[in-house]
């Protein structure tokens, strides 16, 4: 498919939602749970990064889901008549944090669109500006990235994998997200996204070899490891890119290195390549 209207989409830019929310402890406890922590957040506790995206769920009705799962385009959304779409990463600024209990207030608006030619065919990037208040003012500001293309003859990246860093690696810990994980994770966050679930539409639609693991627990998993090397609270910016794929039951590593003021990390499958980077500026 060629490269759509770029202008027509751009139209969307500056469109803007709002919404409200409790960091309520359930979801958080569930999430506990799912990535074996031995205890759970309590109320009061401050909230781990990117356990945000637990709350402010969108309630879309099952009628209003595309062939993917996911909501229709065109309302918040912009129309991108491209099929198949990705998390490409994030940006999260915690401008304080976020405890257990606090009431939230949300604005979400689309900052940019972009395109491009890949070695795959279109791609369209459509930036999501999320702020996040709590009765003591902002606290969250996130910048994500979505990318939309074309059904490949196979199974094609976001960009090209890095080669792994592995000899720089302070340390390094080796797991597999199974189905169950995934389901999990799905139900929690309320994602409908059929490649996290359904077998046969991610392989014979989609392209893909397996299930794919969600890219945003990806990132969760790297916040973990980070957030277990690092003082409490000490991360104040932490910038996610994703690079390819992992898929369900695909043995990978979690690596990485800090110093006083950076952490580094990255999700490397069984090729030492390169799928997912995480830094982190440490205050």
Known sequence: MPLPDLDALRGWIGRTESDSDIA???PAALLAATLNRDRAPEAGDLLP???HWL???SPTASRDLSEDGMPRRGSFMPPVPLPRRMWAGSRIEIRQPIRLGDRLRRRTTIADIKGKEGRSGALIFVRVLTEIDTDRGLAIVEQR???FRDHPSHA???STPAESPAADALWREEMAAGTV???RYSALTFNPHRIHYDQRYST???GYPALVVQGPLLATLLAEALANRLPAASIRTITFRAASAIFVDERFALAGRNDAHRAVAWAAKGDNRVAMTAEAEIG
């Open 24 to 26: 309520a402890p359930g």
């Open 49 to 51: 990064i990117t356990w």
């Open 55 to 57: 709350y402010f769920l």
């Open 145 to 147: 990235d979505i990318v």
């Open 156 to 158: 094609a990246s976001t």
């Open 181 to 183: 994980l995934l389901f």
């Open 204 to 206: 014979e639609v989609e």
